[in-house]
């Protein structure tokens, strides 16, 4: 089990890159993170839904995702509380206080996903949550030291060195916790060095010194993991290209406080024709191409939100200066004359006016749809593959001009009359390289034609041959047990 000192210090991408390692080297391997937080979701061979970090290094095990890879999903709906997803579907929703008297009951699904990915694998590389250290949180934990304990697996600690202050993290880690969790840490890893690495060959010296653990690895920083889908928008938002003068085509993204499913914006990121800006609260929707709503997990909040940013204005505005406009799902609801929600499923039940830019309204109600689908653009029949996450039925004169048409036949989505505000349930948009490649030939670009998913193949490969160069594997193996 690879935990940290505290969140964003790189356990995700530790672990999927050890999971390509092992898979090449013949194991057969299965990634588990008992609890997860994001917004950032994938669909499972199940139709169940995990958090997009499992999704990513089961691709790097080259295994099909599953629901039991991450039993225990919270989606953020609001400051405190969130929706609880256990194995892959909703359990319900709590706020954070009370979602730790709900913890003790949701140990045995989390221990039955465990058992099951290990009666498959060689090895299972399990993630940790946020931090070791929180022992304010240790009671009836099931993310960090009490999943380590309850399922007897070694630990080993990772830290963050850019970040500052790696050695009081890894030495306080050993202070602070319960000495029968410090007696499950075997090792520790020091991650994302930049520069000489032997100019921390006495730090690294100093942490096994204090806390009795060996060093399992000082690796340095992996510039191509901007490349890798981002599990939290924080990341997100650090990986702005924006400012970018050697582009054709501007597209801004507004970062609303509960955007979700954003990797679709990755394949888009990676395009040289493109200035993908992330624009932060504060700021102007700048002069561009396209703006993109992205999905949401709480869309009338955010919702309000963009009209408390003024950005409602600015995409008026932009829409009158002859702009495109493409919502993404909860995106596509905001684009609606209404948006209602009558069980209260994402809060109070209510309806709210929408920004009027398609003739459509939306109701928040029936099952979530999760699955993958296939289909064709309307209006151009280009091929597209990605998968739909949702809750909410779209009905309007604008439906009956669709976005897409599905190998069975079903519509989805909306297309104003003019063609230029489109809305569509549809996750995985520009995932598909035909279906970029039509886009960005639309806003007057000239695409190099790209294979997304080997890109993404070629730097999980990287990402285990750097892993393979700085960390101890064979310790590794020799620890699991």
């Known amino acids: 089990m690879f935990q940290g000192t505290g969140s964003n210090v790189g356990k995700s991408l530790m672990v999927a890159g050890l999971a390509r390692a092992l898979t090449l080297r013949g194991l057969a391997v299965r990634p588990f993170k008992p609890q997860n937080m994001s917004n950032n979701a994938a669909v499972t061979i199940e139709k169940g839904e995990i958090g997009r970090a499992q999704a990513l290094q089961a691709r790097a095990a080259r295994v099909a995702p599953s629901i039991h890879m991450n039993p225990v999903l919270l989606k953020p709906q609001s400051d405190v509380g969130a929706q609880i997803i256990v194995q892959g579907r909703i359990h319900g929703s ?8 709900l913890k003790p009951g949701l140990m045995a699904h989390v221990l039955d996903s465990f058992a099951r990915m290990k009666r498959d694998a060689d090895i299972v590389l399990v993630e940790g949550a946020g931090s ?19 399922a007897d697996v070694p630990v080993i600690l990772i830290g963050d060195i850019d970040r500052g202050g ?15 969790d410090a007696a499950l840490i075997e090792g520790f890893i020091v991650n994302r060095m930049r520069g000489d690495a032997t100019l921390f060959a006495d730090g690294m010296r100093f942490i096994s010194a204090r806390t009795g ?21 924080y990341e997100l938002a650090e990986r702005s290209v924006k400012g970018r003068k050697d582009t054709r085509i501007r597209i801004a993204v507004p970062m609303l406080p509960w955007i979700a499913n954003f990797d679709d914006l990755d394949p888009l990121a990676a395009e040289p024709e493109v200035d993908l800006v992330m624009v932060k609260r504060g700021e102007p929707l700048p002069v561009c191409d396209l703006v993109i709503l992205a999905g949401s997990k709480a869309t009338i909040a955010d919702l309000a939100a963009l009209g408390t940013a003024g ?17 993404i799902c909860g995106g596509y609801q905001m684009l609606g004359a209404s948006i209602a929600d009558p069980g209260g499923i994402e809060g109070a039940a209510g309806e709210v006016e929408g920004l009027g830019l398609l003739d459509m309204a939306t109701v928040l109600t029936g099952d979530k749809s999760l699955t993958e689908v296939t289909g064709v653009s309307v209006a151009d029949e280009v091929p597209v593959r990605g998968y739909e996450m949702h809750v909410g039925r779209s009905e309007g004169p604008d439906c009956a001009r669709p976005f897409l048409r599905f190998q ?49 193949d070629a730097v999980l490969d990287r990402l285990a041959a750097h892993l393979e160069a700085h960390v101890d594997i064979e310790a590794l193996l020799r620890i699991a047990r």
């Open 408 to 456: 069975n036949g079903r519509p989805d989505g909306a297309v104003s009359a003019d063609g230029r505000v489109m809305g569509t349930y549809l996750h995985g948009l520009f995932m598909d390289d035909r279906q970029r490649g039509a886009w960005l030939a639309r806003l007057g670009g000239a695409a190099v034609p790209r294979d997304h998913e080997a890109e993404i």
């Open 166 to 180: 790696v050695i009081a993290s890894l030495v306080g880690t050993k202070a602070v916790i319960d000495p029968d």
């Open 213 to 233: 653990w060996p060093a399992i690895g000082l690796v340095p920083h992996f510039d191509e993991a901007a490349r890798l889908p981002a599990e939290d928008a």
């Open 311 to 327: 950005w409602d204005i600015d995409l008026k505005a932009h829409y009158r200066r002859g702009g495109h406009i493409l919502g």
């Open 94 to 101: 709590a706020k954070a206080r009370d979602y730790q008297a």
């Open 132 to 150: 070791a250290s929180e022992v304010n949180l240790r009671a009836n934990d099931i993310a960090n030291m009490g999943f380590a304990r309850a």
